[in-house]
């Protein structure tokens, strides 16, 4: 036979519905102005000031455009496995290579950025096997008023780098 019993208090841990937040680890946010503030060129170079994200021995796309950049929660999944899912504006997209296939979000300049937030923390339960370390979204911005271009270029021996990003939209 059941009985009434009252539940006291329900604690959701992780979830896929939009507009509850799980209980855990607390989200690290890397809003417009920090983005500006950093004066990063690129992903690869952005991601390098967020303290929770390695990426070790790789280069993104700046340097060499046939390696690919996967940045690393943690530094976990380094080898044959990625642990870190990257995301861009909430939905995985196209990865690239064939035998150990990249998630290489540095296709996005980061005048392009809203925001970067990472979920430093295992969110395997809600995003499947590939968040073992935790997630990293990319959120495009999704209105702007005006004209933004940015150049930059270095050079030293047998160094060259030119980077430009153009923004342009109406509301």
Do not use: C, M
């Not at 939009?18 to 809003?31: F, K």
């Not at 995985?92 to 296709?107: K, L, Q, W």
Request: proline fraction near 4%; aromatic fraction near 6%; charge should be negative.
């Amino acid at each position: 036979q059941a009985t009434a019993e009252s539940v006291e208090q329900v604690v959701v841990t992780g979830t896929s519905i939009r507009g509850a937040a799980p209980v855990g680890s607390n989200l690290i946010t890397v809003d417009q102005q920090a983005i500006e503030s950093s004066g990063a060129t690129s992903l690869y170079e952005l991601t390098k000031t967020i303290p929770q994200i390695s990426s070790l021995q790789q280069s993104g796309q700046g340097k060499d455009p046939n390696e690919d950049f996967q940045p690393n929660i943690h530094n976990l999944g380094g080898s044959a496995s990625n642990a870190t899912l990257v995301l861009i504006d909430g939905h995985r997209f196209e990865t690239s290579g064939v035998n150990h296939p990249d998630a290489d979000p540095s296709i996005v300049a980061p005048a392009a950025l809203e925001r970067v937030e990472v979920l430093a923390d295992g969110a395997s339960s809600v995003y499947g096997s590939d968040a073992v370390a935790g997630v990293i979204n990319f959120i495009t911005r999704k209105s702007f008023e005006g004209l933004l271009v940015n150049a930059t270029s270095g050079y030293g021996h047998g160094f060259e780098r030119y980077d430009a990003d153009l923004l342009w939209g109406t509301t």
